[in-house]
């Protein structure tokens, strides 16, 4: 069982920047892949970037290609998530999660973290 904890939320304004950071309380595997996915009212869960553990390959969903950058501490066992330009649009739960393989696809993801609150404010 690996454990998620989220943080760096927060209110910001548009065209400001904000980090998302995951602490997994366990070494992810050699075949892992862990991901930041995001939620706002009344929609469902989608995908905004994955990251494999091991070889550092990245996946963004079209809406956030060039604004945002997924990173990790291995070391660490940290998953970062840096946004640029944000947009009120952005505004959702965002939730870290891990996966078995390489993936953006949500229904591969085992466990997930509770989520932090980022809301942009225009």
């Known amino acids: 069982q690996v454990q998620l904890l989220e943080s760096g939320g927060g209110l910001v304004q548009v065209g400001t920047s904000l980090t998302l950071s995951c602490i997994a309380s366990a070494r992810p595997s050699r075949s892992t892949g862990m991901g930041w996915f995001r939620q706002a009212p009344g929609k469902e869960r989608e995908a905004v970037a994955a990251?494999?553990?091991?070889?550092?390959?990245?996946r963004y969903a079209d809406s956030v290609k060039g604004r945002f950058t997924i990173s990790r501490d291995v070391a660490k066992n940290t998953l970062n998530l840096q946004m640029n330009s944000l947009k009120p649009e952005d505004t959702a739960m965002y939730y870290c999660?891990?996966?078995?393989?390489?993936?953006?696809?949500?229904?591969?993801?085992?466990?997930w973290g509770q989520g932090t609150q980022v809301t942009v404010s225009s």
């Open positions: 990251i494999s553990w091991i070889g550092g390959s990245t």
């Open positions: 999660a891990v996966s078995d393989t390489f993936s953006i696809v949500k229904s591969t993801y085992t466990y």
